[in-house]
């Protein structure tokens, strides 16, 4: 095969080859470290970015894969530099690690453009990793290739399948019901997460992955390979041989990340029984892409593309290793092909159609037929009214079906804290036609949007067997999570949106179908709300915390720094070498 590129034409090769001090600094001090001219001389140098941390159970197995990552390289020819990178641990960085997942971003466009290589092996999984590892990268320009962390074996409890996220929800209400031991409580810790790995359930991490590959940035059937398995371990091998030769094919993520490509990852993200979350990260990747994908893009595919994949939450049974043995993305893209942009470019270099051939579906339980969907329509919809005029989310899909249409008078919040205090409260004056509303936990108000959105259902309820009820909110949810969740309102209350001027007793109108939340509020109320609007104090005043405040956009713009996105300026010019 005839190469694009040969080894002059190295982006590294600026960094060794020239006959100068500058050049003999670089090479002595990889001597200093025991490396060779044989070493580099004439190999693509590639990094890993690897986001394995001590805190990170999701990515626990990288330290040992980077050593399959770079057994590929080496085979390939290449040269692998491993650069650690920001973790982002879903479960342990405090308040939320959407409030970093764009400094994760910047953080692997630097490292890419300001090291001397020539490609980039991308290794991710937990929720905000994928996104912002794939937007940094993409920003940087560089050939590159995703690794996902794959999910972790299902969990167990007294014999019963438990999914990371979901049943803990399930669970908990239970013990607020005191149906649940203390004892019972503790074997269910200890079996809802079994192996290192993503959540098995379709949250946020297996949702995101899947879209990496729809998009065309993993290897074929990457994406939903277990992290225990032993393919994992040759799907880690191939992708690092594979970048050595796209790097010599210069196949760089402008001529894969293209509008099709995009809408061939929300096709796929709507058969999944996707999280919410796919939306604000969806549209933040195609836009450091050039590509202008916005909520109007998720609600048509929501129109036409049936939910597949029966894998909970949306689904009732299965979890991701059950969906990887049934035949994994492949098989459920081979019964999406009229969905689908067949001749998208993927990291292969061929069509997305390459990848498909010879895929099989070998359960048609878990990977439902189109005339047998889990549900007819996509996983999500977006909603518009005097509430959100600029968009917010609902996920039917896993959501009880009384409530797609429905009135009640709100129960509204200002903050997490006091929603949490009252929401036990014997007292509290609520019912199951009630619409919990929690507002100032948007990008601003969070900060950072933290996933609070799947409100508690009220003891006294709870004690009833009430589990779902209507929920309102300008924050996010986790993608294992479930029920009749309205979420990311935009504009958020924190910088005056409409959610802001809602009042305790006022009737919201829901309709799914007509894809309306509204208030029943006049005009005229409405302005004299505003007008009497304060806008509450702001969280920071130093740090990256009062850039992130400074910079971030709304929900429905996907929550990016204004000055990242790829229409702020132009293209970021070479490092200068002196």
């Not at 490609?119 to 690794?147: E, F, H, N, Q, R």
């Not at 109320?525 to 709304?554: C, D, M, N, S, V």
Request: net charge negative.
């Amino acid at each position: 095969m005839t190469r694009r590129k040969t080894p002059a034409d190295l982006r590294s090769a600026r960094w060794f080859a020239p006959d100068d001090l500058r050049s003999f600094g670089h090479r002595s001090r990889w001597m200093q470290m025991g490396y060779a001219p044989e070493d580099w001389v004439g190999k693509p140098m590639i990094a890993i970015l690897n986001t394995w941390s001590d805190a990170q159970p999701c990515h626990a197995h990288f330290k040992d894969r980077v050593a399959d990552v770079k057994r590929g390289i080496f085979q390939a020819g290449g040269f692998p530099i491993e650069l650690p990178a920001l973790s982002l641990s879903e479960s342990n960085v405090k308040p939320t690690t959407m409030l970093y997942r764009n400094l994760l971003a910047m953080e692997a466009e630097e490292l890419i453009r300001s090291h001397s290589v020539d490609g980039a092996v991308l290794m991710g999984g937990c929720d905000k990793t994928t996104p912002a590892l794939l937007m940094g990268a993409t920003s940087a320009g560089l050939p590159m290739i995703y690794v996902p962390a794959g999910p972790m074996l299902r969990g167990n409890w007294k014999g019963h399948t438990l999914g990371s996220g979901s049943d803990a929800w399930k669970y908990w209400d239970e013990r607020r019901a005191g149906n649940i031991s203390d004892r019972d409580w503790t074997d269910v810790e200890g079996g809802i997460a079994r192996s290192y790995g993503v959540c098995m359930t379709m949250g946020t991490a297996s949702t995101m992955t899947a879209i990496a590959e729809a998009i065309g940035i993993t290897l074929p059937g990457a994406s939903a390979i277990p992290a225990p398995d032993a393919n994992h371990k040759r799907m880690c091998a191939a992708s690092g041989r594979r970048i050595v030769d796209m790097v010599w094919d210069d196949l760089k993520p402008t001529d894969i990340l293209s509008r099709k490509a995009f809408e061939n990852g929300i096709t796929v993200a709507m058969a999944m029984g996707c999280s919410t979350n796919a939306i604000i990260h969806v549209i933040a990747m195609a836009r450091r892409a050039g590509v202008d994908i916005s909520l109007a893009d998720f609600d048509k595919a929501s129109r036409k593309v049936p939910v597949l994949a029966n894998v909970r939450p949306s689904g009732d049974t299965y979890l991701m290793e059950d969906f990887y043995y049934a035949g994994g993305l492949p098989a459920l893209m081979t019964r999406l092909t009229g969905h689908l942009h067949l001749d998208a470019i993927t990291v292969t270099g061929g069509p997305l159609a390459e990848n498909l051939a010879g895929a099989e579906v070998h359960n048609d339980d878990v990977i439902r037929t189109i005339e047998n969907p889990i549900y007819a329509e996509g996983a999500l919809a977006v909603l518009k009214g005097n509430l959100s005029p600029d968009g917010c989310v609902i996920k039917p899909s896993a959501c009880a079906p009384r409530f797609l249409k429905h009135s009640g008078p709100a129960l509204v919040f200002d903050d997490y804290p006091s929603m949490k205090a009252a929401i036990d409260r014997d007292d509290l004056d609520v019912t199951a036609d009630t619409v919990l509303v929690l507002r100032n936990a948007g990008p601003h108000g969070g900060p950072g949007m933290p996933e609070w959105g799947m409100l508690p259902i009220p003891k006294k309820l709870v004690k009833q067997g009430i589990r779902d009820m209507v929920r309102i909110s300008d924050a996010r949810m986790s993608g294992t999570s479930y029920g009749a969740c309205i979420l990311h309102v935009s504009p958020e209350a924190h910088i005056g949106g409409p959610l802001a001027l809602l009042q305790t007793g006022d009737i919201i109108d829901l309709d799914v179908d007509g894809r309306t939340l509204n208030m029943r509020v006049t005009d005229e109320e409405l302005a004299r709300r505003q007008a009497a609007w304060q806008p509450p104090k702001a969280h920071y005043e130093r740090g990256y915390g009062w850039i992130f405040t400074k910079h971030i956009k709304q929900a429905h713009e996907g929550c990016d720094f204004d000055f990242l996105e790829e229409s702020f300026g132009g293209p970021v010019a070479e490092p200068v070498i002196f």
